[in-house]
C-alpha cells in the first residue's frame, strides 16, 4: 500500500476508504500505514469520540458476519465475539485489514484485495472508475476493480440490516476473492 495513509495491515487484503482520520497520537508514526497496537482502539474511541469506536465496531461486525466467507488469513472464528476480534485483531500487523485516510487507489486484480469506500458523498469526491454502477442511493460496484460504495460505518447509515446487504453483495460479487479456494 505504498502512497497510503492509514491504519492497519500495509498488506491488507480488505481495505476500507474513509474521508476523516483521528486526531490521535498512535504508537506507530502516521505518515504511512501504521499497525495499530493492542489497546489503540479502545483508546482511540475515549480520546476522539463516539463516532469512532462506532467505525471500529461497524468493521469488526462486517468481518464477523463475513466470517464463513474468509480466507484463513482473515478468520474472526478463533474470538468468542465481534468485540474481542475489534479488541484484539482488527487494525493491527497481519490482520490483513487496514483502514485508509488518503484515498482510493487501484490494485491490480492478482492482488485480491476488496476495496471499500464508506460514503456516497466521500466516493464523489474520489477519482473513482467510470464504471461503477450504482445500484440504489447508497451501494455501488465495480467487479472489475474490486471496488463497493457502501454507507458510511456508523450504527443509523450502516445498520445491521446493511451490514447483511453489503455481506451479501460481497459473496456475490467477490467470491474468489473472499475465499479463494471456492
Not at 39 to 61: H, L, M, S, T
Not at 134 to 162: G, M, T
Not at 168 to 178: E, F
Request: one cysteine or more.
Amino acid at each position: 500500500m505504498s502512497g497510503f495513509i492509514g491504519l492497519g495491515d500495509k498488506q491488507a487484503q480488505i481495505r476500507v476508504y474513509m474521508a476523516n482520520r483521528p486526531s490521535f497520537v498512535f504508537v506507530q508514526a502516521q505518515d504511512a500505514v501504521s499497525a495499530l497496537q493492542l489497546g489503540e482502539i479502545a483508546a482511540v474511541g475515549q480520546a476522539c469520540g463516539n463516532g469512532w469506536r462506532k467505525v471500529f465496531n461497524v468493521y469488526a461486525k462486517l468481518l464477523f458476519a463475513l466470517n464463513d466467507e474468509l480466507p484463513t488469513s482473515l478468520y474472526c472464528r478463533e474470538f468468542a465475539s465481534w468485540q474481542v476480534y475489534r479488541d484484539k485483531r482488527l487494525l493491527q500487523a497481519d490482520s490483513n485489514t487496514a483502514l485508509v485516510f488518503s484515498g482510493y487507489q487501484p490494485t491490480p486484480a492478482k492482488h485480491n484485495n476488496i476495496h471499500i469506500v464508506m460514503g456516497r458523498t466521500y466516493a464523489s469526491s474520489l477519482k473513482l472508475p467510470t464504471s461503477m454502477q450504482w445500484l440504489d442511493k447508497e451501494f455501488a460496484i465495480d467487479v472489475d476493480h474490486q471496488l463497493i460504495v457502501c454507507p458510511y460505518f456508523d450504527y443509523r447509515q450502516l445498520s445491521n440490516i446493511k451490514i447483511i446487504r453489503l455481506v451479501d453483495l460481497l459473496k456475490q460479487i467477490y467470491p474468489s476473492k473472499l475465499n479463494p479456494t471456492s
